[in-house]
């Protein structure tokens, strides 16, 4: 079983922020494998397939500071670090590149650190979205805002692509994805 979760922030307030890109990337996997998302264990949850390997989608309903409390739930199920992709925003990228690494520290990101202390591990496989970055703005601000109508294009694009993403991670292996995706 492959657990894949969506960093974002619950509610409408936040839904189209550049802090949820990693909920927009659930909702396309779960559009694009025929999955549905209930409510479950404090998340938005759906379990489907993806080349006969098992995989749970994940949209914590906790706040973006709190995702390891919704980790805690499905931690005794993860067996070895790449059981678990993680799909989050990055100021540090450029708006709509992507970058997939395994392993490495938060980078500053508060879900991504919260993900490490219930883990007690970084070895996880994370899908970064980038997302830019304003440097005339606190970066708590920034990352609550929408895109532009020129980003949201951009990122609409991106999605998609880290959709196909993290369907080859575990179609073809995180080294060849790498390879394709970064």
Do not use: C, W
């Amino acid at each position: 079983m492959i657990f894949i979760i969506g960093l974002g922030n619950p509610g409408t307030r936040y839904q189209l922020t550049r802090h949820n890109v990693g909920f927009l990337v659930i909702d396309q996997l779960a559009v694009g494998l025929g999955v549905k998302l209930t409510e479950k264990n404090v998340s938005h949850v759906g379990n489907g397939n993806i080349a006969e390997t098992g995989i749970t989608l994940i949209k914590p309903l906790t706040f973006m500071n709190l995702s390891g409390q919704v980790i805690k739930v499905y931690k005794n199920s993860i067996n070895a670090p790449t059981d678990l992709i993680v799909i989050q925003d990055d100021i540090d990228i450029e708006t709509g590149r992507l970058k997939i690494k395994q392993g490495g520290s938060s980078g500053g990101h508060k879900g991504v650190q919260s993900i490490i202390d219930t883990l007690g591990s970084r070895d996880f496989i994370r899908v970064k979205i980038g997302v830019g970055r304003d440097i005339n703005m606190p970066v708590e601000e920034y990352v609550l805002r929408k895109f532009s109508k020129v980003e949201k294009i951009i990122i609409d694009e991106t999605i998609v692509t880290a959709s196909d993403a993290v369907i080859s991670i575990i179609t073809n292996g995180l080294e060849i994805t790498m390879n394709k995706f970064n």
